[in-house]
């Protein structure tokens, strides 16, 4: 699989979003494992994660827990794999979200993170999403803390606009380098944040890049967007590869994270690395 860069580390160019196996609707465990597995078969050394990736209230780190074991039960070498986790964004257990950026929060939480995943420190750790009751610069800075005390190898912040990446940038001093935010075919609006990204050399993470999870569950990606469909067809390949090959054709520093439940479905997302697009292509599926 073709590697891109994060920070100092080399990753597979497409990532594993863990999400799906831990929320509503989630998979047995069993065939998690699997798919974790399968991804790390098909040379994912990307994987995704966050504290707040679980169903219920008393379950807080349930994706982070569950790929720990799947790390620890795979029988190989694992070293080269980053695990990327977030802190700030919180579920209660009713289905919704909540936010806390407080700095003595991120950095407990960042350290219950490191603590269930097994790891002496983080590989990547990300603000997961700005809170408006704290000043987006204290929470960066508990991160910039966090990196100074070897707590994380990595930092990165999630749901960032282009003012945030630069405030990021500065608190870190020069160390952001990564940024997560939703983008897809039917999600564009982060065109400016990626464009900044790669202006900057910063790791852009598209979180949903297929387009949510409904979508993807769904088998295609929606009659108005015809022209991932047929650049499959043509391929021969499915409308997820496409549309995976058309988000790294954008930016070198494109690493798309697609959620994943099923061994399948990580295993045709790996493959769209060696789809190559033609210029003609890709400007036909941005226009779409």
Same mark, same amino acid.
């Given at each position: 699989m073709q590697t891109r860069t994060i920070g100092n580390r080399q990753v597979s160019a497409i990532g594993l #979003? #863990?999400?799906?196996?831990?929320i509503e609707g989630r998979p047995a465990t069993e065939r998690s494992v699997a798919t974790i597995h399968a991804a790390l078969d098909a040379g994912v050394t990307l994987i995704d994660t966050a504290d707040a990736y679980h169903r219920d209230a008393n379950e807080v780190g349930h994706n982070e827990s569950l790929i720990a074991e799947a790390l620890r039960s795979y029988g190989s070498d694992v070293s080269d794999v980053v695990v990327a986790t977030k802190g700030g964004h919180l579920r209660p257990g009713d289905g919704s979200w909540t936010v806390n950026g407080d700095p003595a929060? /991120? !950095?407990e939480a960042a350290k219950a993170s $490191? !603590?269930?995943l097994g790891v002496e420190a983080i590989g990547l750790y990300q603000f997961h999403r700005p809170d408006p009751t704290v000043p987006y610069g204290d929470s960066v800075g508990a991160v910039r803390d966090l990196l100074d005390e070897g707590v994380?190898?990595?930092?990165g912040i999630s749901n960032a606009n282009p003012d945030q990446i630069r405030e990021a940038q500065s608190i870190l001093g020069g160390r952001l380098v990564s940024v997560q935010n939703q983008f897809s075919p039917r999600f564009r609006?982060? /065109?400016p944040e990626l464009e900044l990204c790669a202006e900057l050399g910063? $790791?852009? /993470?598209p979180w949903s890049p297929l387009g949510g999870i409904s979508l993807a569950r769904s088998g295609e990606l929606g009659a108005e967007y015809a022209p991932f469909l047929e650049v499959a067809q043509e391929h021969e390949v499915s409308p997820f590869q496409v549309t995976l090959a058309w988000e790294l054709a954008l930016a070198p +520093? +494109?690493?798309p994270i697609p959620g994943a439940s099923r061994p399948e479905s990580i295993?045709?997302?790996?493959q769209a690395t060696e789809l190559v697009l033609t210029p003609e292509e890709v400007a036909r599926l941005s226009a779409a």
């Open positions: #979003g #863990g999400m799906p196996m831990s929060y /991120l !950095k $490191a !603590k269930r994380i190898r990595m930092a609006s982060s /065109l910063i $790791a852009f /993470l +520093v +494109v690493i295993e045709d997302s790996s």
